[in-house]
């Protein structure tokens, strides 16, 4: 385990609500699944700012992968999973087979997203590096961390693009709210 991803480890542990889903979500036994995007990235930006954890998270990506991508097999997953929380956690756990979304993508953001293999491989494709880290708690308390892109930019506070993708449409909506919320991002590559 390098250094950054030990620093995530015991950030994340810090989390009281990030590891509340990640128990509930592990207790579901969902194939190949990671919680990811802002529940992540964003708890290490609040301990790094010295904010309180949970700061401007507004919800819980939980990915995993399943090759039923039908929408009836993954609204039952979506409906398993709520069933484990209690409110106010239980609104703000989004699941999503990433299997699946490759079906949706193209029609609401105008971007091609072909199918992925595994969940994982969906980190790869978001908008920014700082954006593409997943964690998963296993079965023996271990946590594994995916980041295609490594940890640097997440620990820096860094958003720039991702390389291997256009720009998103949104991309100044996304960075203008999140700079509101941590005024100490930098901002490069655009």
Same mark, same amino acid.
């Given at each position: 385990m390098s250094g950054l991803e030990a620093r995530l480890e015991a950030i994340v542990r810090a989390d009281p609500d990030l590891m509340t889903v990640l128990e509930g979500v592990r207790a579901e036994g969902l194939n190949d699944w990671l919680i990811f995007s802002g529940a992540v990235y964003q708890s290490v930006w609040n301990h790094l700012t010295g904010r309180p954890p949970g700061h401007g998270v507004k $919800? #819980? $990506?939980v990915g995993y992968f399943d090759e039923d991508y039908s929408w009836d097999a993954e609204d039952a997953v979506i409906r398993q999973v709520a069933a484990r929380f209690e409110e106010p956690l239980r609104s703000r756990v989004e699941v *999503?087979?990433? *299997? *699946?979304?490759?079906?949706? #993508?193209? +029609?609401? #953001?105008? +971007?091609d997203w072909p199918p992925v293999a595994e969940t994982a491989e969906a980190l790869e494709r978001f908008v920014a590096p700082a954006f593409a880290v997943g964690v998963r708690l296993e079965a023996d308390d271990r946590l594994t961390v995916a980041a295609p892109f490594g940890l640097d930019d997440v620990f820096a506070m860094v958003i720039r693009p991702n390389p291997t993708r256009p720009i998103a449409a949104d991309w100044d909506r996304v960075v203008e709210k999140l700079v509101a919320r941590w005024p100490e991002l930098r901002i490069e590559g655009v």
């Open positions: $919800d #819980f $990506d *999503r087979n990433q *299997r *699946r979304v490759s079906e949706w #993508f193209p +029609q609401k #953001f105008g +971007q």
